[in-house]
C-alpha cells in the first residue's frame, strides 16, 4: 500500500517558468516531508524539507507548501533551470521513526 | 568528506542464487538505512540498523536479511534471488535522530537472470 503517491509520472517546462511537483500522503501519522533529487546513476540528494507545525519552507528557487487537512504538499521551483531536470521524489517519515516512505517519483523536464 | 559508498556497483546473479552487497556509511554515522528501488514503486524501504542493531524493518520477506558491524558498515543479503528482486538497491547513511538528513549511496543495480 503506498503511503506517499505522486500521480504525475512526469512533468515538461520551460525554461525560467514555474515547475510545481505534487505530492500526497495518507498516513496522519506523518511529520516530517523531504524532497529529494535524483539523477541517472547517482543516489538520491536532499533538497528541501518541512516539517508539520509549518506550511511553508523556503530555501533559494525552492518552496515547499504543507497543507496538513488535504494530505498535501508540493514543490515549487521558480524560475526553472535545465540543470533541474530530474526525478523529484517526495518522502515522509513519523516521529520517532528514522525510516522514509517515497512516493513513486516525477520526472521533471525543463526545456530550455 | 567521502560520501556513501555502495558495492559492488552492478551485479548480475542467476535465479536461486543469493548475494550480498555492502555500504559505507558517511564517517560518523550510526544509522544505516536500505531501499529498493524499482519502476513504477518508487523508493521501498527494507529495513534501518543503528550501531548494530536492527531499529526499523520494512515489509519485505525473511530472504532479504541485514547486519551492521562496529565500524557502522553494513550489509544486505538476498536469499534464493527471484527474477522480480532486480532492482536498485540503495543505502542511506544519517546520524540516526529523527529528522537528520540522510544522504544516499550511488546503489548498486542487481539484475537477477
Known amino acids: 500500500d503506498q503511503q506517499v503517491k505522486q500521480n504525475s509520472p512526469s512533468l515538461s517546462v520551460q525554461e525560467g517558468r514555474i515547475s510545481i511537483l505534487n505530492c500526497d500522503y495518507t498516513n496522519s501519522m506523518f511529520d516530517y516531508f523531504l524532497w529529494y533529487k535524483k539523477y541517472p546513476a547517482e543516489g538520491p540528494t536532499f533538497l528541501i524539507s518541512?516539517?508539520?507545525?509549518?506550511d511553508k519552507n523556503e530555501d533559494g528557487r525552492f518552496t515547499v507548501f504543507l497543507n496538513k487537512s488535504a494530505k498535501h504538499l508540493s514543490l515549487h521551483i521558480v524560475p526553472s533551470q535545465p540543470g533541474d531536470s530530474a526525478v523529484y521524489f517526495c518522502?515522509?517519515?513519523?516521529?520517532?521513526?528514522?525510516?522514509?516512505?517515497f512516493g513513486t517519483g516525477t520526472r521533471l523536464t525543463v526545456i530550455p | 568528506k567521502a560520501g556513501v559508498t555502495q558495492t559492488p556497483r552492478y551485479l548480475i546473479k542467476t535465479r536461486g542464487q543469493q548475494v550480498t552487497l555492502s555500504c559505507s556509511p558517511i564517517?560518523?554515522?550510526?544509522?544505516v538505512s536500505w531501499y529498493q528501488q524499482t519502476p513504477g514503486q518508487g523508493l521501498q524501504f527494507l529495513f534501518e540498523y543503528f550501531s548494530e542493531t536492527q531499529r526499523n524493518k520494512g515489509n519485505f520477506p525473511g530472504r532479504f536479511s541485514g547486519r551492521q558491524f562496529s565500524n557502522s558498515r553494513s550489509e544486505m543479503n538476498v536469499s534464493t534471488l527471484e527474477l522480480g528482486d532486480s532492482a536498485l538497491y540503495l543505502c542511506?547513511?544519517?546520524?540516526?535522530?529523527?529528522?537528520?538528513?540522510?544522504?544516499f549511496g550511488q546503489g548498486t543495480r542487481l539484475t537477477v537472470v
Open positions: 518522502a515522509a517519515s513519523a516521529a520517532g521513526a528514522n525510516n522514509l516512505f
Open positions: 564517517s560518523g554515522h550510526r544509522s
Open positions: 518541512i516539517s508539520s507545525i509549518k
Open positions: 542511506a547513511s544519517s546520524l540516526g535522530f529523527f529528522g537528520a538528513e540522510a544522504f
